[in-house]
C-alpha cells in the first residue's frame, strides 16, 4: 500500500519528532493522534515501515502485505482504532534508525534483531521472537559447516547481523538489498551459501529441494519492534497489543502458521514474554 500524506500531516509529524526530541514522547496537540492519544504520523493511519520482502516476517501474497510482523502490525492498528499502512522500506533505513527520525513511519516491525548498537539509535519493545542465524548452502557445494566458508563468498543481506557474523567468520559477504534477493542469489547459482535468521533460510529451503540448512548458530539473537526515541506512547501500545496477543492464543497460532518446524525454536517462552530490553 502506498503512504497517502496530506502536507498537514506532514507538518504535524515533524512538530511531534521536535517533542519528543525534547523530552520523550509528549501527548500534546503536536499533531494527529489514534485512540489513547497515542500521536501518529498519519491522520486515522498507523504507518509501519517494514522491509519487504522478508519471507515469513513480510512479503506480498495474492496483491496483500502478510507475514508473522504483519499480523502484529494489524493487532496494533486494531487496538490503536485506525488503519495500517504498511510501506516498504529499506533494511538499512530501518535498522539505522533515520526511518524513524525523519518520520516516515510510527514504528518499525521488520524482523529486526535488537542489538546493543541499535538501542542507541531507537527505543525497542521488548524481544516478540528468537531468531538465530544459520548457514544455508546448496546440496552440491558440499559445505558442512561455517569453517567450509572461510575466505569464500557468501550471501547476506546488507546491513544485518548475518553480514557481521559471516565477516567474523572470515567469509567474504556479498550484498543483496533484500532476503528476496539472497533466496534467488543462492537458487541461481550466484552464491552457493547464505547467512541468515533461521526462520527466513528454514522458508528457503522446505520450498527448494536444491538446498540444505547447514548449522544454526546459537547468537541468541531476538527480534523486536522499534520506535523513534523518546515515543514513549507508542511503545507502550505496542507492548499492550502483544500481551493481548499473548493471552488471547493470538500470538502461539500466528507463530504456528509462519514458522512451521522451527516454531518452537523461534517463539518467546510464556516465561519471557514482556521482558523488557531496556
Not at 501518529?40 to 504507518?47: D, H, K, P, Y
Amino acid at each position: 500500500m502506498k503512504r497517502r500524506l496530506t502536507m498537514a500531516a506532514v507538518a504535524a509529524g515533524a512538530l511531534f519528532a521536535l517533542s519528543a526530541c525534547g523530552g520523550g514522547g509528549s501527548e500534546s496537540d503536536a499533531g494527529p493522534t489514534a485512540e489513547g492519544g497515542v500521536p501518529v504520523v498519519s491522520e486515522g493511519q498507523l504507518t509501519v515501515c517494514s522491509d519487504i520482502p522478508y519471507e515469513p516476517f513480510e512479503f506480498v501474497e495474492n496483491g496483500e502485505n502478510v507475514g508473522f510482523d504483519i499480523d502484529l502490525a494489524q493487532g496494533l492498528a486494531d487496538d490503536l482504532g485506525v488503519e495500517l499502512n504498511v510501506i516498504t522500506t529499506a533494511f538499512e533505513a530501518i535498522q539505522s534508525g533515520s526511518a524513524l527520525d525523519t518520520s516516515q513511519c510510527d514504528i518499525a516491525i521488520s524482523g529486526m534483531s535488537i542489538t546493543e548498537d541499535r538501542k542507541t539509535k531507537m527505543d525497542f519493545s521488548a524481544p516478540y521472537l528468537k531468531d538465530n542465524l544459520g548457514l544455508m548452502a546448496t546440496k552440491e557445494s558440499g559445505i558442512k559447516g561455517i569453517a567450509d566458508v572461510k575466505g569464500k563468498e557468501v550471501g547476506v543481506q546488507q546491513a544485518t547481523t548475518g553480514e557481521t557474523y559471516a565477516k567474523d567468520n572470515g567469509a567474504t559477504p556479498v550484498q543483496f538489498e533484500d532476503s528476496g534477493l539472497m533466496t534467488q542469489a543462492i537458487q541461481t547459482g550466484q552464491v552457493d551459501s547464505v547467512i541468515g535468521n533461521i526462520s527466513i533460510i528454514s522458508t528457503a529451503v522446505a520450498a527448494d529441494d536444491k538446498l540444505v540448512f547447514v548449522e544454526e548458530f546459537d547468537t541468541g539473537e531476538v527480534l523486536g519492534a522499534a520506535v523513534k526515541k523518546g515515543n514513549k506512547p507508542m511503545l507502550d501500545a505496542f507492548e499492550n497489543t502483544m500481551q493481548r496477543l499473548y493471552e488471547d492464543g493470538s500470538y502461539d497460532q500466528s507463530v504456528d502458521k509462519w514458522f512451521g518446524d522451527v516454531a518452537d525454536a523461534a517463539r518467546i517462552p510464556e516465561a519471557d514474554r514482556g521482558a523488557s530490553q531496556g
